[in-house]
């Protein structure tokens, strides 16, 4: 009976094992599907972006010649309509239209290629020195649509000299991403809110960022759970529990480990606490 007993824990354990080498292949080629797509994409947006670009640099250009015509017409003949609205308001408004069209087509392109970023490839071994804060800020852009959607209570505090760390800064672009959307989606309605905040530790030296949100919570015995593969308390939703066992495993390869503190039906804090280089 023992034996049999034995051979039944030995089975389990392979089994689990390669469910987990599923997961992970199943993640690589999403990823892999992810950065075909993507490619794909941001030639197509890239394009056109560039054409609104350089027309409204020329549109800013020729409005900046035509204004001193029209003003002297306004000087001599008093209001006249331009577009259906009085010239005295089309003269404050067009600049600012003008301007909008290029910070818009400026922020197409930075969304994009903070896509593509995320998206690609990643090299073997590839140790980097960077700033915690700049992921942050691209993970914001990436998300800055689901935010505004999900919560008008967003806040975020990034700390000053922050040390840098070492590793793959779109791996924590990931974590971080996956962190803020979990959050997100823990939202009961947007007038709850989700902080974001990065400081540095400098008694253990660690670099640090804390992702709170003022969700539903997490029950205190699951907590323990939260980053095992296919464990999820959102079946009813689509969740299929890899979200956190990826972005641990992540966090776990940069030498760092999550922390989760959380209180059901008051939120969850999450922190991500890194080393910071040594170098």
């Known amino acids: 009976m023992t034996v049999i007993i034995r051979d039944i824990s030995v089975r ?7 469910r987990q080498q599923e997961l992970k292949l199943i993640q690589a080629n999403k990823m892999t599907a992810l950065g075909t797509l993507v490619s794909g994409v941001a030639h197509e947006i890239n394009n056109p972006n560039q054409m609104i670009s350089l027309n409204a640099g020329l549109l800013a250009e020729a409005w900046h010649d035509a204004q001193d015509v029209l003003d002297a017409h306004y000087q001599d003949s008093g209001e006249f309509f331009l577009g ?17 069209i290029k910070d818009g087509a400026s922020r197409i392109e930075r969304i994009v290629a903070d896509l593509k970023n995320f998206a690609r490839p990643k090299g073997a071994d590839t140790r980097l020195l960077f700033s915690l804060n700049d992921v942050v800020e691209r993970s914001l852009r990436l998300l800055g649509h689901l935010i505004a959607r999900k ?32 959050a997100l989606e823990a939202l009961p309605d947007s007038n709850h809110a989700v902080s974001v905040k990065t400081y540095a530790d400098v008694e253990t030296h ?64 999450v922190n991500a606490i890194f080393p910071e280089s040594s170098s």
């Open 151 to 182: 919560t008008s209570q967003f806040h975020v505090e990034l700390a000053n000299a922050l040390p840098l760390m070492s590793g793959e800064p779109q791996q924590i672009e990931q974590v971080i991403v996956n962190l803020i959307v979990n």
């Open 84 to 100: 259906g609205l009085p010239y005295s308001e089309m003269a404050q408004t067009v600049p600012v239209l003008i301007h909008d």
């Open 12 to 18: 389990k354990r392979l089994e689990e094992l390669a």
């Open 206 to 269: 660690t670099v640090n960022v804390e992702v709170c949100d003022q969700g539903v919570g997490i029950a205190p015995e699951h907590l323990a759970q939260l980053c095992d593969p296919f464990f999820t308390t959102k079946q009813t939703s689509g969740g299929t529990g890899l979200g956190l066992a990826i972005t641990a495993s992540l966090v776990q390869s940069h030498g760092g480990r999550l922390h989760f503190a959380s209180t059901l039906g008051q939120g969850t804090t």
